[in-house]
């Protein structure tokens, strides 16, 4: 078989370029990146910039077009990298200088931009920019000390205030991001926290500060399992991100022990509650919701051991810590109800129904309002010194003991105003008996009538002297009542046998 002829590749020699011809091309890319920056087209003036330091590496006004490009576009730390670089080929190039500084305080680096500056006014000690730029620097170190001595003293609000100045200086600061994100979760204002730190791993997933400031952030919502996530993941990023290991050991303790308080109150076992309940509010008390819940358990199983006074002073820190929280003012109403404290528990039930308007929640509102009510009125119960399901028996034996106590007679000798209110205690003594004796009475009376308002003593047709003759004359007490020839009409003095 004949052999067949094989075209074969020439090799090429490779072009060089001539530097004047690269400079040129790189001349007409910076243009027309000028261009287009002009037009505020900073994308394309980017590529345009790029390509001329592709051309031309080593020219240091190259690197500077392209770093105010990227400051345009907010990429500072890339623009950062070209300012680097534009003067260290050019060490007096005071653009470079200028801008370098520029993206120092943007990313919040106030003494590295403040060097920065200084460097400019080395090369022109006139320069106003350069002058402006480094009092703005020192304005920013100063809001960051004050930033950290209010953290110390656990002023938050003032460290979300001294952020904010310096965030207007350095809008590219994530470190100050994160301070006023934590602050802001410290201080309870979760949304505004979590919308912090959410802009934050948009930009960067991996950021372990923010991932720590949402755990916190679900951390205080009472959301403890799905924070307990964000802090390991923020520890996988930082194993040595020390707020994010605290906290998660806080939030895995302060679920055991609030769970272990649970058990043992569902099992009636009281006493072993209260105490871990007690010890679980010892853990965090940066942990406000947790916290309010905690104190309100507290309460229930101090309002079960008869602490009643211990289990308002609970409900009264929960609802310093959470003033929305319902169960709370329930818990602490039914505790004035038991206490008798009537306005109190009227007060509570009435914040709770104007929040949730709910059946249950109006039937507890009248109950309370009727017992104030009654409360208002003579407890006949108190007056005779007998407890509210006392027999018939009982309310006589009561009726006649205070009837003998306070009859006018036996305080003949006394000073007037002696004789006065005992006169006077003798009438309600009658009037309790008036009405705990007569079974219609008694249960208009328990129902919370007021017998007063309803005429049962008006017109003057109510004596006690009556009552008490009506009681005694049929029984042989042990007694007898003789007119007194010195006493006057309507008195009575007792001889007893």
Do not use: W
């Not at 240091?60 to 260290?88: H, I, K, P």
């Not at 505004?192 to 930009?203: C, H």
């Not at 810590?321 to 008798?340: G, P, S, V």
């Not at 009227?346 to 249950?360: A, H, I, L």
Request: aromatic share 10%.
């Amino acid at each position: 078989m004949a052999a067949v002829d094989i075209d074969m590749p020439v090799e090429t020699e490779p072009v060089i370029r001539d530097q004047d011809d690269l400079e040129r091309e790189a001349e007409g890319f910076k243009e027309q990146g000028n261009a287009y920056y002009s037009k505020k087209d900073y994308s394309e003036a980017f590529n345009y910039y790029t390509k001329a330091i592709d051309a031309c590496p080593r020219n240091a006004s190259y690197y500077g077009n392209r770093a105010a490009t990227l400051m345009m576009l907010s990429r500072f730390r890339e623009a950062l990298e070209d300012s680097q670089q534009a003067v260290r080929l050019d060490d007096c190039f005071m653009k470079g200088h200028l801008r370098e500084g520029k993206c120092h305080m943007s990313l919040g680096n106030g003494m590295a931009a403040s060097r920065c500056f200084q460097k400019v006014l080395e090369l022109d000690l006139n320069n106003k920019e350069a002058k402006q730029e480094k009092k703005n620097a020192t304005v920013l170190l100063e809001y960051e000390k004050m930033a950290d001595f209010s953290f110390e003293k656990r002023d938050f609000r003032k460290v979300v205030y001294c952020m904010d100045r310096a965030l207007a200086l350095a809008p590219a600061c994530h470190r100050f991001k994160i301070h006023k994100a934590e602050c802001l979760a410290l201080l309870g204002r979760y949304p505004e926290a979590q919308s912090v730190a959410s802009d934050i791993l948009r930009m960067d997933s991996t950021n372990a500060d923010a991932l720590y400031v949402r755990g916190l952030c679900l951390y205080y919502e009472d959301c403890i399992d799905k924070a307990v996530q964000f802090f390991v993941q923020a520890l996988r990023m930082a194993p040595d991100h020390e707020k994010a290991r605290l906290a998660c050991r806080n939030a895995k303790a302060l679920k055991a022990k609030k769970e272990e308080g649970n058990q043992a109150f569902k099992i009636c076992n009281y006493e072993s509650a209260y105490v871990l309940y007690t010890e679980a509010l010892a853990i965090d008390p940066n942990n406000i919701k947790t916290n309010a819940k905690l104190y309100c358990n507290r309460a229930t199983a101090g309002a079960k051991l008869k602490k009643i006074n211990q289990a308002i002073d609970d409900c009264t820190s929960a609802i310093k810590l959470d003033d929305t929280y319902i169960k709370a003012y329930l818990r602490r109403a039914q505790c004035y109800m038991d206490t008798e404290q009537y306005e109190e528990a009227v007060r509570d039930y009435e914040k709770v129904y104007q929040t949730e308007k709910t059946s249950d929640h109006k039937h507890l509102l009248k109950t309370a309002q009727m017992e104030l009510k009654k409360s208002k009125r003579k407890d006949y119960y108190k007056v005779l010194g007998v407890g509210k399901n006392a027999t018939e028996d009982e309310i006589k034996k009561a009726y006649r003991k205070r009837a003998l106590m306070h009859h006018p007679d036996r305080h003949s000798g006394a000073a007037p105003e002696v004789q006065k209110e005992e006169e006077k205690k003798f009438k309600e003594v009658g009037e309790a008996f008036t009405v705990l004796s007569d079974p219609k009475k008694k249960m208009r009376y328990d129902n919370g009538h007021d017998l007063e308002d309803d005429g049962c003593f008006e017109g003057g047709d109510f004596d006690a002297n009556n009552i008490f003759r009506a009681f005694f004359g049929g029984h042989g007490g042990g007694f007898s009542f003789d007119s007194s020839p010195d006493s006057g009409p309507g008195n009575f003095f007792f001889q007893f046998g």
